[in-house]
């Protein structure tokens, strides 16, 4: 008799997407991120994380393709189809009826530096767990960007 032996291999957790952010920006999100460590450590915590893991460009280089501050973006919510589009800012310019999300969300967190196309998840607020895809980006207007 031959017993056959299976071995289960630990999950392997999708890779996270390339991410790209303006090196005119990055002084600011980091002041961002640790000023937020007191009220909100866990994204303050992921926006650290996702600092460390960009590819840091001179403005010049900056695809017109990937969310940056003041980049309007539409994602699709891949569990119910819909798609939203928001502008991406920073947060004292931040207002939900004009569709304009703060980095200092989750979902700001999530969408900074992404190219269309990319593929993401998050956890919301309600700590539920959303996929998300980057449908379209429009490269911020160069006077909104403070």
């Given at each position: 008799?031959?017993?056959?032996?299976?071995?289960?291999?630990?999950?392997?957790?999708?890779?996270?997407?390339?991410?790209?952010?303006?090196?005119?920006?990055?002084?600011?999100?980091?002041?961002?991120?640790?000023?937020?460590?007191?009220?909100?450590?866990?994204?303050?915590?992921?926006?650290?994380?996702?600092?460390?893991?960009?590819?840091?460009?001179?403005?010049?280089?900056?695809?017109?393709?990937?969310?940056?501050?003041?980049?309007?973006?539409?994602?699709?919510?891949?569990t119910t189809g819909g798609e939203r589009t928001v502008t991406?800012?920073?947060?004292?310019?931040?207002?939900?009826?004009?569709?304009?999300?703060?980095?200092?969300?989750?979902?700001?967190?999530a969408l900074l530096g992404l190219a269309e196309g990319a593929v993401f998840?998050?956890?919301?607020?309600?700590?539920?767990?959303?996929?998300?895809?980057?449908?379209?980006?429009?490269?911020?207007?160069?006077?909104?960007?403070?």
């Amino acid at each position: 008799m031959h017993t056959e032996m299976t071995r289960t291999l630990p999950k392997r957790s999708p890779r996270a997407p390339k991410i790209v952010i303006n090196a005119d920006d990055l002084a600011r999100i980091e002041a961002l991120a640790e000023g937020a460590m007191d009220r909100n450590p866990e994204l303050a915590d992921h926006l650290l994380d996702e600092i460390g893991r960009a590819r840091i460009v001179k403005p010049a280089r900056m695809p017109s393709n990937v969310v940056a501050i003041g980049s309007t973006v539409t994602y699709r919510d891949e569990t119910t189809g819909g798609e939203r589009t928001v502008t991406l800012t920073y947060p004292e310019d931040a207002d939900i009826s004009l569709h304009r999300i703060s980095l200092v969300t989750p979902i700001g967190v999530a969408l900074l530096g992404l190219a269309e196309g990319a593929v993401f998840s998050w956890n919301t607020r309600a700590d539920q767990r959303k996929m998300l895809t980057v449908i379209r980006v429009e490269a911020p207007n160069p006077r909104e960007r403070s």
